[in-house]
Each structure stands twice: as C-alpha cells, then as structure tokens.
C-alpha cells in the first residue's frame, strides 16, 4: 500500500536520518535517506526506536470532497421514469410502444431479462429516460442501497385484471421511495377492460384520479395498439413540471450504475444513469468497489457518444472489474486516486466480511450452549 521515505520517518520519529540508516544496516536491511520503504519495513526499523507505526487509513470522503452545487448552478433535467406493475400487464409493451420498437416479441418468453434504460425524445425535443424493471426486486434493493434514480413511476394497470398483487406492491415500494405515481390503465382494447372498475380499485388505495377530485394523473392506453400513448407521455411531463428536477452540468459527473456484466470480447460493462455534471469519454472514475476510465460511451441506441448530462443512461466500457447495479459512480480527477479509494474500500468490504463472519460463528457457538 503506502510509502513513506526513510528521512521522513527519521523526521517523524525525531532521530537523526543517520541514526536510522545505521540501524537498518546492523539489522541486515540496509535503506538510504531518500529510499521509498514499506509500511512493513517502517514499522520494523519504528520498533528499534520504540515507536509504532500506523497505516492511516486513505480518507474515502477526503479523496471524494463533495461539495453541492450552488442554485445558480442548477438547470432542468429529464425526468427518469420506472414502469411498473403486475406480471404481464403490459409494461414491455409499453416501453415498445413509447419507442416504436418492438423488443418484447424478441424477448426469451416475452419476459423480461433485464433491466433496461433508454431515452426517448419526443418530437418536440423534450426527452424522457425509461427504466425497465423485471421485477420489484431491482427497484427495491437499489433504493435498499439509497441508490435512488427514479423520479416518476408509472403504474401499468391492465384494464381486464384491474388491481393485483404487485401492483400494491408497486404502489407500497413508490410510496416508500416518495415517487409520485402515474397511472397508466393498458389493454382498453380489450372486450372486457374495464377502467372505471380499475380507477375504484385505485381509489380505494388512495391513488384518487383527477377527475374525481384526487391528484392521480391518470391515462387510458392500449399498448399494443398503441391508443393514448402520447397522452400518457404529456401526463409524465406535466408531472415531471411539478416536481422542477434540475442538476448541475458544469462539473465532474456523478451517477449511479443501473446494470453490469462481463462481456466476453468487450470485459466488465455497465450501464451507468447520470445523475449530475457532464460525463466525457476519458474520464476517471470510481464505482463500488472498482474503477476505470471511460474508454467508450454509448447511448441507449447503441450509438457512440462523447459525452452525457443529467439523467441520460450510457453504457459504458473501461472498468477494471465488473460493478454492481446500485453502486455509485463518481469521476475523479486521477487514476491513481481512483485506484487509491477502490482499494480502500475493497478493504473495507472485506473487513466488514470477515467481521460479519465472527459474528455469525459466535451465534453457532451460542446456538451450541
Ligand atoms: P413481465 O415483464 O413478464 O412482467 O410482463 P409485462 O408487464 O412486461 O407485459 P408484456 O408487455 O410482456 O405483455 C404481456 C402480454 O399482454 C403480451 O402478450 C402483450 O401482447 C399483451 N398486451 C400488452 N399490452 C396490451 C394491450 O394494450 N392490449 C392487449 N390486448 N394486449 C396487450
Ligand atoms: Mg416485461
């Protein structure tokens, strides 16, 4: 890990540089004064002096200072949407449907595999970031991690089924990450939708519909036919308006990884949502555990792009090791402080795992008694 030169050890320790260089020689490891010696090193030629040596801990929240950008600073972003909903409700559908493309039919089993994050620009230009979430679990354990990105979630209700199970779960996982929902009521087509049923349901869990009274902006949308798509986008946007999201562009980037993999030709890739600042191609990053400089850039249409601002996702290559969704992704000025605190805290993490270790052989040993 750490260096420190024999002269300033001596200095540390008060003891002339000569001392300590007459020393290491009787002890048969001989240093000169402006010699780089290791931790070890300094601590065994420490001792002779009576001193002990101390690794100081690299200061994770030293190298990564953060400090809040000023109101000036700030100017709107998109809003980052998740669909969510009940198995087979149509989120897929729907995200194919805002993209005019058609994923969910070339999907294994039309369900979906993983996460996916895209933006869309409307014809006027305004763009919204999709997150496609294969289940409840993804949204959950990145906000478990405070790895919040969403802004807005819309709820996908089939019109036949109306409410079920995980669409309270959604509704419950929403609340608890203070998103506001957007009510997308899917398959109107269907002979035997009834939306008026699903609003009841919806009301009667609190999410009263506007035109009752409430403040639930509330679409009614066939997906696969691709009726009421626009109307639900222009309710996403008007509820993105109320909440003013704004971030700085005019710094290092900051983000957070959405999904990751290794990819056999291409090495460890992730998917990475900025959250603030510009992200460029040759920045240096840190990211959970790993770090890496950004060797390429893609957006969601696999385009190359040099560069990324607030809310827009990008896959991007040139990390060392794979990361994890939910990780945090912070651009450093050097790689040698990125290394500096990936290191730091892989150690960290193995010092948390060995300690949980302890503890869970402690409570055998207790069950034993
Ligand atoms: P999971 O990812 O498995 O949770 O499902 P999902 O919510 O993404 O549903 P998906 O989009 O895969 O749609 C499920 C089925 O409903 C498919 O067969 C779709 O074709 C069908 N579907 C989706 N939207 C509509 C719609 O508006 N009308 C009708 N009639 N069928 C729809
Ligand atoms: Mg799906």
Do not use: C
Not at 42 to 55: N, P, R, S, T
């Amino acid at each position: 890990y750490e260096t420190i030169q024999v002269s300033e050890l001596a200095k540390l320790m008060g003891v002339k540089v000569g001392e300590l260089i007459k020393k290491s020689l009787q002890m048969g490891m001989p240093v000169t004064a402006n010699q780089s010696i290791d931790a070890d090193t300094a601590a065994i030629l420490a001792d002779e002096f009576g001193y002990q040596v101390e690794k100081a801990p690299i200061e994770e929240e030293i190298l990564l200072q953060y400090i809040p950008p000023s109101p000036e600073e700030l100017k709107p972003r998109p809003p980052v949407v998740t669909v969510m909903g009940h198995v087979d409700h149509g989120k897929t559908t729907l995200l194919d449907a805002i993209r005019k493309t058609d994923v969910a039919s070339k999907e294994a089993g039309g369900i979906t595999q993983h996460i996916g994050a895209y933006t869309v620009k409307l014809e006027d230009g305004r763009i919204i970031t999709f997150i496609d979430t294969p289940g409840h679990e993804a949204f959950t354990s990145m906000r478990a991690r405070g790895a919040q990105v969403t802004d807005i979630v819309i709820l996908v209700v089939a019109a036949d089924d109306g409410v079920m199970e995980q669409t309270k779960e959604a509704i419950e996982h929403a609340r608890a990450a203070k998103v506001p929902i957007v009510v997308a009521i899917n398959k109107i087509d269907k002979p035997d939708a009834n939306p008026e049923r699903v609003k009841s349901q919806l009301a009667e869990l609190g999410l009263v519909p506007e035109e009752w009274g409430g403040n639930t902006l509330v679409a009614n949308i066939s997906a696969k036919k691709r009726i009421g798509i626009e109307e639900l986008l222009e309710l996403v946007l008007l509820q993105a308006e109320m909440l003013d999201l704004k971030a700085a562009y005019d710094r290092p980037a900051r983000g957070r990884i959405i999904e990751s993999k290794l990819d056999k030709g291409r090495g460890p890739v992730a998917t990475v949502i900025v959250q603030e600042g510009t992200l460029r191609e040759g920045d240096v990053f840190v990211a959970g555990l790993t770090y890496g400089r950004v060797r390429a850039m893609f957006d969601s249409y696999g385009n190359r792009i040099k560069t990324a601002t607030p809310s827009i996702p990008v896959e991007i290559l040139g990390f060392e090791d794979v990361p994890q969704a939910g990780d945090d992704f912070i651009v450093v000025d050097e790689e040698e402080k990125a290394r500096k605190i990936a290191e730091y805290r892989q150690r960290k993490a193995r010092e948390a795992e060995a300690a949980k270790e302890v503890k869970i052989s402690l409570e055998k040993l207790f069950e034993k008694l």
